[in-house]
């Protein structure tokens, strides 16, 4: 399962369950992430940060092109 706060694989036997009252269950690589997400209500999205934007990416292949050259 991936972590409910950045995403990342947690692999089995490690990391924390928390089960809401509602049945609603979250999973968590480790404490930074159960604190970020249930009581500072911080959340850091990996994937959101890694993934670069469209007019960089643009920006990087011309500049790997030009390199080449
Ligand atoms: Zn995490």
Not at 24 to 30: H, K, L, Q
Not at 32 to 42: G, Y
Not at 44 to 51: E, G
Request: charge should be positive.
């Amino acid at each position: 399962m991936k972590c409910t706060n950045c995403a990342r694989e947690i692999e089995k036997g490690t990391g924390i369950m928390y089960v809401y009252r509602t049945g609603d269950i979250s999973y968590y690589c480790s404490n930074k992430c159960m604190n970020n997400q249930l009581f500072l209500k911080r959340r850091t999205n990996r994937k959101l940060v890694v993934q670069p934007s469209k007019s960089t990416r643009e920006k990087i292949k011309t500049a790997a092109t030009a390199v080449k050259k």
